[in-house]
């Protein structure tokens, strides 16, 4: 999955302006997964071009190792395959 698309799933905080919390909500995913517990499969979101994000320290590597040992293929240019390995949750009855 994309940060953009778990962002997409969660409101607005109240008080917010919607256009602007769509300008920062994937960024704030981002952060969130940067504290995120190890059992959390956080390796597994990608930005939107299906690239690994730069951070510091070991992260982008340890990511695409941990994709790589699931199978996942990157091609020349870093990138995997949304469109075949992009998971979209259900959007249930009520949508």
Known sequence: ???GGIAGMIPPPSGIDYLSYARIRARWVG???KHC?????WH???NAQGRISSRLGL???L???LLEEEGVVF???GRLDLERLCWEPDPGPNS
């Open 59 to 61: 992260g982008p590597a």
């Open 44 to 46: 597994r979101v990608v």
């Open 31 to 33: 952060y969130a997964l």
């Open 37 to 41: 517990p190890e059992t959390l499969p």
């Open 1 to 3: 999955m994309t940060y």
């Open 75 to 77: 091609d020349e240019l």
């Open 63 to 65: 990511q695409r190792t």
